[in-house]
């Protein structure tokens, strides 16, 4: 403890840097004392600091997490766009050219666009499919050439080894059911947007909002995934996974590390089960509302007003 009196020269800066002095001056006495160099003196006094690393973690195995959930999902995104132009334009299509008043005929307006919703998921599934198929082909024809050793190589090269061992039976079928709810959910997305129009000059309209939202979802998901460091065990990354607009985007490529319960997934199903068929309703009734309807494009207050009016199933020409 230093004391100084209230009349004096001396400032409190003097006595600052003479009180540091007086401390090395001790701490080197201490170490002679104590018969230690300065090193060891040193090293005695360095902080201690504790790292936790998670057994089997490592940052490979990190950002071979992201690479999975960024690759998986621009995959995704590719086909549910070309899902949802097919549908935009079988649906204008059939308007502009006349054809969908001799359809009604036979079909009724509910059963023709399920039918193209349930055909363009078909489409896109087998899409899938294919290119799976042709990239596991292409691997199995690297071994036979002897460009690669083993198919165990080419799971170490993309660290896709221990996370494609472990995925059971029941984890392919969550990660099926999870992309045939997202890709249903899209489809009908598309069908209420290209309802609201009948011109084919007007279709690039509908397909620009429907890549906007999917676009929004994506940038979205980037943001969060860079916010968060790539830490996938993030809370936020659960509420993605249950939201319908961004479930199909996340939740198979996080079944496929592991990273959520069966139980998780199921009370995941049914939020987007309950949402695909309120969004289901709400399309069929915009669809049949305006299967008629070819004059311009319709705002959203205009089909709000139409679907006020106009009772379930109702024809509005």
């Known amino acids: 403890d230093m004391y100084k009196t209230k009349d004096t020269d001396i400032t409190e800066n003097d006595l600052s840097l003479f009180g540091e002095q007086m401390v090395k ?4 006495n201490k170490i002679t004392n104590m018969k230690l160099d300065k090193q060891s003196y040193s090293l005695v006094n360095t902080p201690v600091k504790v790292d936790v690393h998670v057994d089997g973690q490592n940052d490979s195995d990190k950002q071979s997490e992201i690479t999975i959930v960024m690759t998986v999902m621009m ?41 193209k919703i349930l055909a363009s998921v078909v489409v896109s599934f087998v899409q899938m499919l294919v290119m799976v198929g042709a990239g596991l082909s292409s691997i199995v024809f690297c071994k036979e050439l002897g460009i690669i050793n083993s198919y165990e190589d080419v799971m170490t090269v993309f660290k896709l080894g221990k996370f494609t061992n472990e995925l059971s039976v ?49 940038y979205t998901i980037m943001g969060i995934m860079t916010y968060t460091d790539g830490d996938v065990t993030h809370v936020i990354y659960k509420v993605l996974m249950v939201v319908p607009f961004s479930s199909v985007f996340m939740t198979p490529q996080f079944i496929m590390l592991g990273k959520i ?30 299967i008629m309807y070819t004059g311009k494009k319709l705002s959203v207050k205009q089909v709000w007003n139409i679907m006020i009016e106009k009772k379930v199933g109702e024809v509005h020409e």
Do not use: H, W
Not at 189 to 218: G, N, P
């Open 25 to 28: 001056f001790y701490n080197d």
């Open 170 to 218: 029941m984890d392919i079928v969550l990660i099926i059911l999870f992309l045939a709810v997202g890709f249903l959910f899209y489809a009908i997305i598309m069908c209420m947007l290209s309802s609201t129009v009948s011109r084919l000059e007007d279709l690039s309209y509908v397909q620009m909002i429907y890549s906007i939202i999917i676009l929004v979802i994506m």
């Open 261 to 290: 319960s069966v139980g998780f997934c199921i009370i995941a199903i049914l939020v987007q089960l309950v949402c695909l068929i309120i969004f289901g309703k709400l399309a069929a009734k915009i669809y049949v509302s305006l």
């Open 75 to 115: 995959v995704i995104m590719f086909f549910i766009v070309l899902s949802g132009e097919n549908i935009s334009t079988q649906i204008v299509t059939e308007k502009s050219t006349k054809l969908v008043e001799y359809l009604l005929v036979n079909i009724r307006p509910l059963d023709l666009v399920s039918g």
